[in-house]
C-alpha cells in the first residue's frame, strides 16, 4: 500500500470514528492546508453524503484576507455548513483583554472563544488538524483527546491508545479533540494536497508583499500590527509554510510559486514548519502551557 | 514507498535516545532549528554534549525529571520508505507505554547494551513483543565501541537472546496454538554513539556479515501476511443519500481490517447472519473492483439487511467466531487495581457490549522473573505460569491475567494469534469512562 494511501486510509478511518461514537461533532477550521486537508479526507469519508457535521472557524479577526476569501468559498462549493465565533466579539464584551505592546496577538484569546463556542453549541467532539511532527508536546497527543469541562488537557492522566480502538467515552461537561492527521508530517500533506489536487490559499506560494523583519523572523505588515519607529516596511517575495493569526505568523523568502516547487523547497529546508511561528517562540514548553489551557 | 510502524523499547541508559537521535540524522530529519533547540536545552541543563533525548521529551516534567513519561512518536524516512517510531519509554508505566507502541507496530527495536548483555528488562521486552506477537524483532547491541567492537561479545549476547526466545515459545507462557508463528528476529551490533552499522556497515566490525540497520528497516516486508487472512469488514457508519444523482443510495462505510473484499462476492452480515453479495465497493468518487486490507471503504449490497454501526460484513466461506464467553489475555493498563464485580464496556473492531470478568484463570508472571534471567533456562518454561489455579481476586497496573470475560452480546472475533486485527478488545470502566486494560482472545 502507498503511503499517502495508507495515511489516507486510517485518517478516513478516525473520521468515522467520530461520526459514529459522538452525537455532535464539528471541525476546527482554520483555512490553513492542514484542515483543508482533513475537510477532503471528511468529504472521502462520508461520499455520497455530505460531511454530517459544521466546520466551526475561531475568528481572531486578523486573518490573512486571501484565508477568508478562500474558506467562504470552499464552504459555498462544498455545501458545507460553517459557524464562525469571533475573538473581537468577547474583546468587546469584556471576556477577554487584548494584548498590548510589541509582541501583541490574538492568538492566546482564542482559548477561550473556541472553549465558549464547544459549550454554546454543545459539540462533545472537536476534529482537528494538528500534527505529532510539528511540535515535541504534540508527539505526545493521543488522537482522541480528552478534555475536562475547562478543556484542559493533562499529559499525565491520557488514555493509553491500543490497535485501532479509540475510547471516546466521556462524561457529561467534557469533550474530545480529534486528530485524524496525527500521524502524517509536513511533507506528507504537502503530497497528498499535490496528488489530490486540493486548492489552497494562494499566501502558500511565492507573491510580493509588504514585509518588517523582527527577531531574524520576517513578518507580513498589517495594521494589526504594533510596528516600533525602527522597524522599517519593505517589499519582498515571501510565502507561508503555515497560516495562522497575521501577528503571529512568519513568511519565509521564497519563490516558490508552484506545487513542485514548494515540495522541493520544503524537502530541502533546514527549519521547521512551526519555526516561523511567534507564538511557539515565546518559550520552550509554549505548546504544551496553550494545552493545558484548551488551546487545541 | 510505503509506511514502516515500528516501537522502540529500552531503559533508562541503554542509549535509546541516542539511537533515535542518529537515525533522524542519517536520515536528515533534523532541522537546523530543532537541533539548535536540543544543544542549547543541553548547555542550559550543563551537559557538555548534546543531549539527543531532549529532541523526544515534550513534557515540561520529563525535561525537569530527564526521564520518559509518556511514548512518543517520531517520524522519518528515505527514498524507500516513510517510518512511524513509537518511542516507549522504560519507566514505571513500562509495561503499558510498550504494549500501546507495539499494538500498532510491525516491528520493534529492543536495545540491549553490550557491557550488561542480556538483563531483566531485555526479557520484559521480549516477552510483550511475544504477547503482542508483534512479527519483527530487531536487537540492536548497543555500546559496540565500548567493548571493542568484540564480535566474541556480540554473539554471547546474541546466543543468550536466543535462548530466552527458545525457552519462551517453547514454554506456552504466551501464544502458543494458532498459527502464524514466532517472531522473526535480527542481530545488529550498532554503536549509535559514533553510527555503526546504523546507515552503512561499520569499518570497525568487519566480521559482521549482516546489513545496517536503516536497510533492514527498509526492506521489512510487512504487507503481505494481511491480505490472506479471512475478510473481516466492521461497519463504522451507515452512509444515506436520496436524489437524482444517487436515488435511494446507501452503504456501510469502514476498513477492510484484514482479508480482500471483492465485487460480486457472497457476504454475511453479524449478527444477523444473513447473506448478500456486494453490488459496489467505493472510495470518494471511484468506484472498485476490489479492497485490500487497511483500506477505509463503504460497501453496497444486493438485499436490504439490518446493517448499522457494530455490524460486521465477512465472506460467507470464512466466518468468525460468535461467542459471549470468551478467553482472553488481559493487561491491566490503569493506576486503579480492578474490584470485583465491576461491569466493564467491552470494544471490538467497532462494537461495543456490557461485559464482566467472570474469572481469573492465573496470572502471568513477568514482575519477579527478572533476578536470574541468564541461568533461568527451564525456569522459564515453568515460572510464567502457575500451573496450581491460585484464587485471584485483584488486577493491579501492567499485570497479565488470563481471564474468563462474559458480554451481554457476542462478538465477533478471530483468536489473537491467527488474526490480531479481529482478536483483540479494550476494556472501558462503565464509571469512569477510563480505558482499563487491553485483551488478547484465545
Known amino acids: 500500500m502507498s503511503y499517502l494511501k495508507y495515511l489516507e486510509s486510517e485518517s478516513i478511518h478516525i473520521i468515522r470514528e467520530v461520526a459514529g461514537q459522538f452525537k455532535k461533532p464539528a471541525l476546527l477550521f482554520s483555512g490553513g492546508k492542514d484542515s483543508i486537508t482533513l475537510v477532503r479526507l471528511a468529504q472521502k469519508a462520508f461520499f455520497p453524503a455530505k460531511i454530517p457535521f459544521p466546520l466551526l472557524h475561531i475568528d481572531t479577526g486578523h486573518n490573512f484576507p486571501e484565508t477568508i476569501e478562500f474558506r467562504d468559498k470552499l464552504v459555498k462549493d462544498l455545501g458545507l455548513d460553517l459557524v464562525v465565533r469571533y475573538v473581537q466579539d468577547a474583546i468587546d464584551q469584556g471576556k477577554v483583554v487584548e494584548e498590548k505592546g510589541k509582541y501583541a496577538s490574538r492568538n492566546y484569546l482564542q482559548t477561550t472563544v473556541l472553549l465558549e463556542a464547544i459549550e454554546e453549541l454543545g459539540f462533545d467532539a472537536c476534529l482537528g488538524g494538528a500534527r505529532r511532527d510539528e511540535e515535541k508536546a504534540r508527539a505526545k497527543e493521543r488522537i482522541f483527546s480528552v478534555r475536562d469541562e475547562f478543556g484542559q488537557w493533562d499529559a499525565k492522566r491520557q488514555r493509553p491508545e491500543l490497535f485501532d480502538l479509540y475510547n471516546g467515552k466521556i462524561q457529561f461537561g467534557e469533550n474530545v479533540r480529534v486528530f485524524p492527521i496525527s500521524n502524517w508530517t509536513e511533507l506528507d500533506v504537502w503530497n497528498y494536497i499535490r496528488q489530490e489536487q486540493i486548492g489552497i490559499p494562494s499566501i502558500y506560494f511565492a507573491h510580493k508583499r509588504q514585509v518588517f523583519e523582527r527577531d531574524g523572523l520576517i513578518l507580513p505588515f498589517s495594521t494589526f500590527m504594533n510596528i516600533e519607529a525602527d522597524e522599517k516596511i519593505f517589499e519582498a517575495t515571501v510565502r507561508f509554510r503555515t497560516v495562522g493569526d497575521m501577528t503571529c505568523t512568519a513568511a519565509v523568502p521564497s519563490f516558490a510559486d508552484d506545487i513542485d516547487t514548494v515540495i522541493e523547497e520544503i524537502s530541502e529546508a533546514t527549519i521547521s514548519e512551526r519555526g516561523a511561528r511567534v507564538d511557539d517562540k515565546r518559550s520552550e514548553s509554549a505548546m504544551e502551557e496553550r494545552k493545558k489551557q484548551g488551546y487545541f | ?442
Open chain 2, 1 to 442: 514507498m510505503n509506511v514502516l510502524k515500528l516501537a522502540t523499547a529500552g531503559s533508562v541508559d541503554d542509549g535509546k535516545s541516542t539511537l533515535i537521535g542518529r537515525l533522524l540524522y542519517d536520515t536528515e530529519s533534523l532541522t537546523k532549528d530543532r537541533l539548535e533547540a536540543v544543544e542549547r536545552a543541553s548547555r542550559r541543563k550543563g551537559l557538555d554534549f548534546t543531549d539527543l533525548s531532549l529532541l523526544t521529551d515534550g513534557l515540561v516534567a520529563e525535561r525537569e525529571q530527564g526521564i520518559t513519561i509518556d511514548v512518543a512518536h517520531i517520524y522519518f524516512h528515505t527514498n524507500k520508505r516513510k517510518f512511524i517510531l513509537a518511542d516507549t519509554p522504560g519507566h514505571i508505566e513500562y509495561t503499558r507505554n510498550m504494549i500501546t507502541g507495539a499494538s500498532n507496530s510491525e516491528l520493534s527495536i529492543i536495545l540491549i547494551d553490550a557491557r550488561k548483555g542480556v538483563v531483566e528488562q531485555t526479557y520484559r521486552h521480549f516477552f510483550i513483543n511475544t504477547l503482542l506477537r508483534v512479527p519483527h524483532i530487531i536487537v540492536c547491541v548497543n555500546k559496540m565501541d565500548l567493548v571493542d567492537y568484540s564480535e566474541e561479545v556480540f554473539y554471547k549476547i546474541a546466543s543468550d537472546f536466543q535462548k530466552l526466545a527458545n525457552s519462551l515459545s517453547s514454554g506456552g507462557a504466551v501464544h502458543t496454538e494458532g498459527k502464524g508463528g514466532a517472531a522473526n528476529i535480527t542481530f545488529i551490533p550498532v554503536s549509535a554513539l559514533h553510527g555503526d552499522n546504523i546507515a552503512n556497515l561499520s569499518e570497525k566490525m568487519p566480521w559482521y556479515i549482516g546489513k545496517p540497520l536503516l536497510e533492514i528497516l527498509e526492506e521489512v516486508d510487512t504487507d503481505k501476511d494481511w491480505n490472506s487472512l479471512p475478510a473481516r469488514f466492521p461497519v463504522q457508519y451507515v452512509i444515506r443519500r436520496d436524489d437524482k444523482e444517487f436515488p435511494d443510495y446507501r452503504s456501510y462505510a469502514g476498513k477492510v481490517i484484514s482479508g480482500t473484499f471483492q465485487v460480486g462476492d457472497r457476504v454475511m452480515v453479524l449478527p444477523n447472519q444473513l447473506e448478500s453479495t456486494i453490488t459496489e465497493i467505493r472510495l470518494f468518487e471511484d468506484t472498485l473492483n476490489q479492497a485490500f486490507a487497511h483500506d477505509s471503504i463503504a460497501i453496497s449490497l444486493a438485499d436490504e439487511i439490518d446493517i448499522s454501526r457494530g455490524s460486521m460484513i465477512v465472506k460467507s466461506n470464512a466466518i468468525p467466531l460468535i461467542n459471549k464467553d470468551l478467553r482472553a489475555k488481559v493487561c491491566w493498563l490503569s493506576e486503579n487495581p480492578y474490584r470485583l464485580g465491576t461491569t466493564f464496556i467491552l470494544k471490538h473492531a467497532s462494537s461495543e457490549v456490557k461485559a464482566k470478568i467472570q474469572e481469573i484463570s492465573y496470572k502471568v508472571d513477568i514482575e519477579n522473573f527478572g533476578q536470574a534471567v541468564l541461568s533461568v533456562g527451564t525456569r522459564l518454561t515453568s515460572i510464567n505460569e502457575f500451573d496450581e489455579p491460585v484464587k485471584i481476586n485483584e488486577i493491579k497496573l501492567n499485570d497479565i491475567v488470563k481471564v474468563h470475560i462474559r458480554t451481554a452480546q457476542p462478538i465477533f472475533y478471530d483468536l489473537y494469534a491467527e488474526n490480531k486485527a479481529n482478536g483483540a478488545f479494550i476494556l472501558i470502566d462503565s464509571q469512569t469512562n477510563a480505558t482499563v486494560a487491553v485483551g488478547f482472545l484465545e
